[in-house]
């Protein structure tokens, strides 16, 4: 659904900010098969890490199309647009917005320009020093970042566009030797899936933060954000691009070069709930990890009850989990509407006020007279608890006990989570008994960090555990060079001598326009 905003949600309660999924990256080079619609699937397999815009670029080794606008994956594409793209080799992103605001300009592939190509690129995570980025792109012009042939200075105001800039700022230097340069300049986290029009390019930063997968097809290769994406399309998960690593792939085969040493830090946060469940990272199943979180937090947080039931979707392996180790019954106490909130129309005032039922039902019968354990992933502002609690109640729960599968979360993340601010955060200053005043429930256990880590079977030095403890494994620049917004609050989008910054789109003339949802509208822009 649509936010005041105008950004995608799909949170149960509206206007709830929850945690916002990372974006989605595919690539696939194969001559003779469809590669549009091969990355048309992938995207569609990692829709659920970015629901605001959509994109695929594709070559036929002498011409790269881009085609991309605001909405979901079967939004923004049709027939006639996927047909329309032509070649042997695709990117394809999926995008929620974590530098710069949801417009069509901020979608993504990004396109630059070399001497004698184009490159389109795709980013899955946040970079942390954009501001020090822009300075250089800035001088690599001459101060004037109008003769740059990328989208940097025309409405884009992404770390993505930067890094497309940066990568053509000397258009006689090729993209691959381009990119050593410029991959080591970049701090944060990236997961990169690029191309011009012969190469596929795939690259992630040195603390492999966000995953990476790399899969091989009959006739190919593919590169995804999750191993789902390849299961999809029928590729053989063949290993995670390594961080630190570029690959590139083209008529020649595969060839790996690494541009910084390996330090990883992966994001705990992809365990608990970002990745899809049925996805494997660092030789872990998402699902494994989830169940066994369960089980951890019903022995740390035992109680009496009658049934063990999930918040849809997110909550149900832990649930299952938790069901598992206590004896205690596990059964749906919620019936979920899976397509109410893959709107863009915002619901009326008469239906906010309904709050969660927007997506959630209770089955009373199953409800009535029973002591709950609700188990979920997070709570982050507290809201969407609050009114599950209370709808439990009103349809007749005797006790309501809520288990947290992650620790509180405290702090924002800079590494590609769009999180409340800490000041919205319930945990911030909260003890958890005050949280479980807050939100109603007879009782409230979050999983240990010690537990959660254990989960995932990594070794805990080999993690970002940032929002729960607040200590970042990549140093944060000040204060005021960090932020969604850094681009724009910096360096004002202007055209035709009027900052059009808050303006939601932008057409060629650099008027601001409404962003169009479907790919009918894309095939007028530029």
Known sequence: MARPDGRLSHDLLPDERLPQDACGVFGVWAPGEEVAKLTYFGLYALQHRGQEAAGIATSDGQRLVVYKDVGLVSQVFDESALSSLRGHLSVGHCRYSTTGRNSWENAQPTLGGTADGTVALTHNGNLINTAELRDLL??????????????????NTTD??????????????????????????????FSLVFCDETTLYAARDPQGVRPLVLGRLERGWVVASETA??????????????????????????????????????????????????????????YDARVEMGRRLAREHPVEADLVMPTPESGTPAAIGYAEASGIPFGHGLVKNAYVGRTFIAPSQTIRQLGIRLKLNPLRDVIKGKRLVVVDDSIVRGNTQRALVRMLREAGAAEVHVRISSPPVRWPCFYGIDFATRAELIATGLEVDSIRHSIGAESLGYISEEGMVESTSQPPSSLCTACFTGVYPIELPAEDRLGKDVLELQFPVVADGVDVTDVGTLDVEGVGVTAGVGGAEAVRRP
């Open 160 to 189: 993505t566009a930067l890094i497309t800039g940066l990568l053509t700022a000397d258009e006689d230097v090729p993209v691959e030797a381009a990119a050593m340069r410029v991959l080591p300049l970049l701090r944060g986290a």
């Open 138 to 155: 800035e001088e690599a012009h001459g101060g004037d970042l109008s003769t740059s042939r990328g989208e940097v200075g025309r409405g």
């Open 229 to 286: 994406a390849l299961d999809i399309v029928g590729a053989a998960v063949v290993r995670e691009v390594e961080p630190g690593e570029l690959i590139a792939i083209d008529e020649d085969g595969l060839r790996s070069r690494r541009f910084a040493p390996a330090e990883p830090k992966r994001c705990v946060f992809e365990w608990v709930y970002l990745a899809r469940p049925d996805t494997t990272i660092a030789g872990q199943e998402v």
